[in-house]
């Protein structure tokens, strides 16, 4: 006698009131719902998860596709952000899965695949772009799914993001306070929307202060892009003062390529990251940066999406959250250069 059918007979009730119960139907008592998960508890009867998941038409799995472009797929908030979502949907009994892929027609083939496969329940879509195909698609075809960032498309999506426009604009307005006015800023590649906003934030402050607004440098979100494009910037008689970061990565870089050139970071030159990774503590100096919760975010994100699973509108899905200043020894005054 299979385990199910004991557990109905212990009950005095039918397979099918048994298997209903268990999967949460609303047709089933509530009473009789509880009744029969305690004694399922009691004998440490576990469902058939691929019969279930066959009845119930899911796969009870969760899908996070990260960038796999060079220098993306290693981005250290992903590994914290990916923790506290797997808590989350582990407490909804989803399982969360992450897969990787490159930018283009690979990464629409991946996200086709999973959801005209049917291959997951939700879609956790990251690093977002101004025009985004990935998200323009994702609404169309009416899947749930939410997204870290926005973009400039006129859908409704679900989505958490930091206020990258305010946070640069403060950054760059504390600078000019502490008398720099050669501020250069290394921005990411302008498609993406972070990017596109704390470049936008950098350039209203410096065009609110009179100061010109050509001292900026797209460039990759590695070290390496930050280490070059700072050589670039500060190999000039009329280098910057102070250097705004679009990421701690790229500040890193920044830090040690200046150091290299002879120049004391905090002193010669200033400059300021944003996600306050870990490594940004430790630093020579360490680095002046900003922070976003990703705890906060990670946990938001996986909470609409489950919200959007069971139905929710996602135009009641979307938050902006402020981003703090984290001060530290690679911001000073400008050097007295008179």
């Not at 949907?89 to 496969?117: I, P, Q, S």
Request: include cysteine.
């Amino acid at each position: 006698m299979s385990g199910l059918r004991k557990l109905a007979a212990s009950l005095g009730l039918s397979i099918t009131t048994v298997s209903r119960a268990l999967d949460g139907y609303t047709d089933v008592a509530p009473a009789t719902r509880e009744r029969v998960r305690a004694a399922a508890a009691a004998t440490g009867y576990r469902p058939n998860t691929a019969a279930r998941r066959l009845r119930l038409g899911a796969t009870e799995t969760v899908t996070m596709v990260v960038p796999g472009d060079p220098g993306q797929f290693a981005e250290p908030l992903y590994l914290e952000l990916l923790a506290v979502c797997g808590g989350v949907f582990d407490a909804a009994g989803l399982d969360l899965t992450v897969l990787a892929a490159r930018h283009g027609a690979d990464e629409m083939a991946v996200y086709r695949r999973l959801v005209e496969g049917r291959r997951t329940d939700g879609l956790i879509v990251a690093r977002t772009r101004v025009d985004d195909a990935r998200i323009r698609w994702l609404a169309d075809q009416g899947f749930p799914f939410v997204a870290m960032g926005r973009t400039e498309l006129d859908v409704p999506y679900a989505h958490v993001d930091g206020d990258g426009e305010a946070a640069f604009r403060r950054a760059t307005e504390r600078l000019i306070a502490l008398g720099h006015r050669r501020i250069a800023h290394l921005g990411g590649p302008d498609g993406f929307t972070f990017a596109r906003l704390r470049r936008r934030g950098w350039a209203s402050a410096m065009a609110d202060a009179g100061l010109g607004g050509d001292g900026y440098l797209e460039t990759p979100l590695t070290e390496t892009g930050g280490a070059e494009a700072t050589r670039r910037l500060l190999a000039g008689a009329d280098r910057p003062t102070a250097l705004l970061c679009a990421t701690d990565r790229i500040a890193v870089g920044a830090i040690g390529a200046a150091a290299a050139m002879g120049l004391v970071v905090g002193r010669d030159v200033s400059v300021v990251g944003h996600d306050n990774l870990s490594q940004s503590a430790f630093t020579q100096p360490p680095l002046s940066t900003m922070e976003l919760s990703i705890r906060g975010i990670g946990k938001r994100l996986a909470e609409m999406l489950i919200a959007r699973i069971g139905g929710a509108d996602p135009r009641d899905l979307s938050e902006i959250w402020p981003v703090e200043a984290v001060d530290r020894a690679s911001v000073g005054p400008p050097p007295d250069r008179s």
